[in-house]
């Protein structure tokens, strides 16, 4: 009998299976039939992919994987024996690349020997606590084999490989026959670079997220409530329990091993969080416990030393509660004045109205790049530099669009930009406030404690650089590891991989939802992130969160922090199933289901 069993160092886009027991093969004509029937297995083989269902004309760019999902069985499968091999891939890829890029790193002493890429992370640097550098290239390290026959069987498959081809995309509906807002003028969605990232796979994904094979009410849970927190993926539940079980300690200035894990720990993740939002150094980003907390240092520090009587700040329509509040606090404190961006009927940003606001009183712009009510995207870099040449500040909110694109400070040339860790599949409690260093050099503190100080007199207190100055009191060490566990995550199955798919399934969402009799969908932009906001005829929003929770589909249903932007359409709340890349079609067609069954006049009567 023949066994194959699944291995975790296959690399993308090589054997998927390491031959752990071969036997009863007499000669290369019996590994040449294994071969064919290994590849004819193959996700992309002919056999094994199942056609996507049509998606009506759409221009939905390029038809990736998104749309064609292959279905992968569940880790832990047993092994398959001798004829046509199922794809069986034991360790998803998504997990797989959290393993090691390179060359295991040792473990500290007394650390067991762990799969998990962050072991080693902290203790194996240097007394010093230097943040290492990353890798040029992401990879998982290849095992190789030997078997009798080898060359031959690679040969074989190499021949195989080849004539291999995809199918061609499908051609784009020509302007005006698609229908649907954002997909004939949007700006294209980022190609994946398939040299880095493997081929996208939301089944493999999906296995990385153990929340996702809960069930609610007897039904599998639908989390389509991505706009207020995402999932985490295993890699990040591990990380947070590889802390505290060989780490924990608070940071810096100890002279002990656990306090130089947990302070490599931290600044890791810093050096990560720099890394992923393109900023010139670690220094320039400052942890908080969110988004929120973010604005509120920005508006305290740097609003209370700059902002006076007189002065104006811009606000856009589209914000969060939370990047409207601390202006209007530091406004009526200082005598500034709020002025507001507005926006079309279709939510966009009206930038010729903006440019109006604009005069040498503008001391401030905050904007969100992506809206969390319509979803939509703002353009950021055309509102920082008609700031600039006021002389304006500009704080952009990145809460809604870290996890959906990506995201370089210095080429939007931001002054702050903020995001909360829990939007983007790392642990609620940590945020970030990335500011270009001279303007932060010049802030003073906001809170006063334990960490933030080089000096104390009763006279007087000399403070820490940036950005320990403002990291008063013990920091969520443990979070921001988590933090950088997720920017792992993300960066290795790719930000444009995930764009892709986002992008085709809130394409394929939009055509199931908007023909549903009494939906009407409240924003409508060209540039979008994986947002779908509407209200149903004869249904309050929380009726039809109820309605579809009774199903195992979880969304939002209210006013999102987002008020005055729901008032400009007439609403006082919506419906807000909001997308990630771990869902799929069959998760829309599900919610589409139970919509039509109310739109039919059902109710909550389900069976």
């Known amino acids: 009998m023949t066994m194959l069993t699944p291995t975790a160092d296959s690399p993308p886009g090589g054997l998927p299976f390491g031959l752990a027991a071969v036997s009863g093969l007499p000669d290369e004509a019996a590994l040449a039939r294994l071969a064919q029937d290994l590849f004819r297995a193959l996700p992309g083989s002919e056999a094994a992919s199942p056609s996507a269902p049509a998606v009506g004309g759409l221009?939905?760019?390029?038809?990736?994987?998104?749309?064609?999902?292959v279905a992968a069985p569940s880790v832990g499968q047993a092994p398959v024996e001798a004829g046509p091999i199922a794809p069986e891939f034991g360790v998803p890829e998504a997990y797989a690349a959290a393993l090691p890029m390179t060359a295991p790193i040792s473990a500290p002493a007394g650390v067991p020997g762990s799969p998990y890429y962050f072991l080693g992370e902290a203790a194996a640097l240097s007394s010093a606590h230097q943040v290492p550098a990353a890798p040029a290239d992401n990879h998982v390290v290849a095992h190789p084999f030997e078997l009798p026959g080898e060359i031959a069987l690679r040969r074989l498959l190499a021949e195989l490989a080849d004539e291999r081809s995809l199918p061609e995309p499908a051609p784009p509906a020509a302007p005006g026959q698609s229908g649907y807002y954002f997909l004939e003028q949007s700006p294209p969605v980022p190609r994946a670079d398939a040299t880095r990232f493997p081929a996208f796979d939301v089944q493999a994904v999906r296995r990385d997220f153990p929340i996702l094979s809960e069930r609610v009410n007897g039904k599998p849970l639908v989390w389509f409530d991505n706009a207020a927190t995402t999932q985490k993926p295993q890699a990040v539940i591990d990380r947070l329990v590889q802390f505290y079980q060989h780490e924990n300690s608070n940071i810096h200035r100890a002279a002990h091993e656990l306090a130089a894990r947990a302070t490599d720990a931290y600044e890791a993740a810093r050096g990560k969080v720099a890394r992923f939002l393109g900023a010139a150094s670690a220094e320039e980003i400052i942890f908080v416990r969110g988004a929120t907390e973010a604005i509120n240092l920005v508006a305290k520090s740097w609003g209370r030393q700059n902002i006076r009587e007189g002065d104006e700040i811009v606000v856009s329509l589209l914000e969060h509660h939370a990047n409207i509040v601390p202006w209007q606090q530091l406004?009526?404190?200082?005598?500034?004045?709020?002025?507001?961006?507005?926006v079309d009927d279709r939510g966009q940003i009206l930038l010729e109205e903006y440019q109006r606001l604009l005069n040498d009183r503008t001391k401030l712009v905050a904007i969100s790049q992506v809206s969390n009510a319509l979803g939509t995207v703002t353009p950021v870099k055309e509102i920082v530099e008609l700031a600039h040449r006021v002389g304006a500040r500009v704080l952009v909110d990145g809460a809604q669009s870290v996890s959906h694109m990506r995201v370089n400070v210095q080429a939007i040339d931001t002054d702050?930009?903020?995001?909360?860790?829990?939007?983007?599949?790392?642990?609620?409690?940590?945020?970030?406030?990335?500011?270009?260093r001279d303007i932060l050099e010049d802030m003073p503190p906001w809170q006063g404690g334990g960490n933030m100080i080089a000096d104390v007199t009763f006279e007087r207190t000399l403070y820490q650089g940036v950005p320990a100055r403002f990291e008063a009191g013990t920091g969520n060490i443990a979070d921001a590891a988590g933090l950088g566990a997720a920017i792992d995550y993300v960066e290795r199955i790719g930000i444009e991989n995930i764009a892709r798919y986002e992008h085709d399934l809130l394409a394929y969402a939009t055509q199931r939802v908007r023909p549903i009799p009494g939906i009407r969908l409240i924003g409508t932009a060209d540039d979008k992130a994986s947002v779908l906001s509407f209200v149903l005829a004869g249904y309050r929003p929380e009726e039809v969160g109820a309605a579809l929770n009774e199903e195992g589909i979880a969304i939002r249903a209210g006013h999102h922090c987002a008020q005055p932007i729901l008032r400009r359409f007439g609403v006082e709340a919506t419906v807000r199933p909001s997308l990630a890349f771990y869902n799929t079609c069959a998760e829309v067609d599900l919610l589409v289901s139970v919509l039509q069954r109310l739109a039919r006049g059902k109710g909550r009567a389900l069976g």
Do not use: M, N, Q, W
Not at 337 to 342: G, H, M, S, T
Not at 416 to 436: D, E, L, R
């Open 59 to 69: 221009a939905i760019g390029e038809p990736g994987p998104a749309l064609d999902p």
């Open 331 to 342: 406004a009526k404190d200082s005598g500034a004045r709020i002025r507001v961006i507005p």
């Open 416 to 436: 702050f930009f903020v995001f909360s860790g829990h939007k983007v599949f790392a642990p609620t409690g940590i945020g970030v406030v990335y500011g270009k």
